[in-house]
């Protein structure tokens, strides 16, 4: 069915899903209508919102990117009333989908830049588009380098990515765990700290980042003291929404509103979204 109103959900069909991690599962979604389906773009950082049919509808980052024409993908952690009512849908259920909506990363301004991308347990998955389209352009972007964050190992999200991510031409992957476990060799240290600890250079730079506020707030901490910018750093900012397009007034900030202007925002942007409180 084609929904001719922002509010009314296309008509899908989940594909199938799997665990990425005891309480994160990547859902692949489609579309039912053809001509909705081959027209539906959407840009790294772009949001939807799904809908368990009975129970409501939630938002979240979408995690594919749309050139490579392939399902929806959404990584949704398990937390409450609709995301337990996605985990329990089976493959070839009907699911709502609403979208997309929200700005994007800037990824044209990343050109020729050295890209930082740092994000902590499910606020990874948004960052994960942009990994795939830079690795997908390796030629239009200097080094990348992808720092991902989670409690345990067992919470990092898209392990089964990491050996071709690590492997890619100018890719450098480091990994970190708040607490580790017998098979764990890697680094056992908050994201604030590997920051640190790897110096990031602010020079022809840009820093992503993606995660808990309070692993947000104490890693902007550290770039401000390595010398990256307010305009160098780009991050997320999340709210309760309701309609997603700018009308139900849940989610502004000042004059803004996190589901229309946002929710990909530079330190500047904010800094100066703050000045009106
Ligand atoms: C723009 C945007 C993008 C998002 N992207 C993702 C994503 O990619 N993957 C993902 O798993 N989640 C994402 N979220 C969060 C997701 O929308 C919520 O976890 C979901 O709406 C919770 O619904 P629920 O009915 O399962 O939980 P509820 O039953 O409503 O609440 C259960 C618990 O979760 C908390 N909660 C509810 N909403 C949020 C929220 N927005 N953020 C944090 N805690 C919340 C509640 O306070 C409560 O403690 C995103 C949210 C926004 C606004
Ligand atoms: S969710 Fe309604 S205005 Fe943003």
Not at 69 to 92: F, I, Q, W
Not at 200 to 206: C, E, K, Q, R
């Amino acid at each position: 069915m084609k929904s001719d109103s922002p509010f009314v959900p296309y008509l899908a069909t989940l594909q199938d899903s799997i665990d990425l991690t005891p309480d994160v599962r990547l859902f692949r979604i489609e579309i039912d209508d053809p001509e909705v389906r081959a027209n539906f773009d959407y840009s790294p950082g772009q949001f939807i919102f799904v809908s368990a049919f009975g129970t409501g509808e939630s938002p979240f980052g979408l995690t594919s990117v749309a050139y490579r024409k392939g399902p929806l993908e959404v990584a949704v952690r398990k937390v409450g009333t609709v995301t337990g009512s996605l985990h329990e849908l089976e493959p070839g259920a009907a699911v709502g989908v609403r979208g997309p909506f929200g700005n994007h990363f800037p990824l044209d301004e990343f050109k020729g830049k050295n890209v930082h991308i740092i994000g902590g347990g499910i606020g990874f998955a948004p960052l994960r588009p942009v990994i795939l389209t830079i690795l997908d352009h390796r030629a239009d972007y200097g080094e990348l380098l992808i720092i991902n964050g989670a409690r345990t190992p067992q919470d990092l999200v898209f392990a089964s990515e990491f050996d071709t991510w690590a492997g890619s031409p100018k890719t450098k992957l480091e990994l970190t765990v708040d607490a580790g476990d017998k098979s764990w060799t890697g680094r056992v240290a908050l994201i604030p700290s590997v920051v640190k600890e790897l110096n990031l250079s602010p020079d022809n730079a840009v820093a992503v980042i993606c995660g808990p506020p309070i692993m947000i707030h104490f890693t902007l901490i550290e770039l401000k003291k390595l010398g990256f910018g307010d305009n160098q750093i780009v991050t997320t900012l999340e709210g309760k929404m309701k309609c997603g397009l700018g009308k139900c007034a849940r989610c502004n900030v000042g004059e803004k509103y996190i589901c229309k202007d946002g929710p990909v925002f530079t330190l500047e942007q904010i800094s100066k979204l703050l000045e009106q409180f």
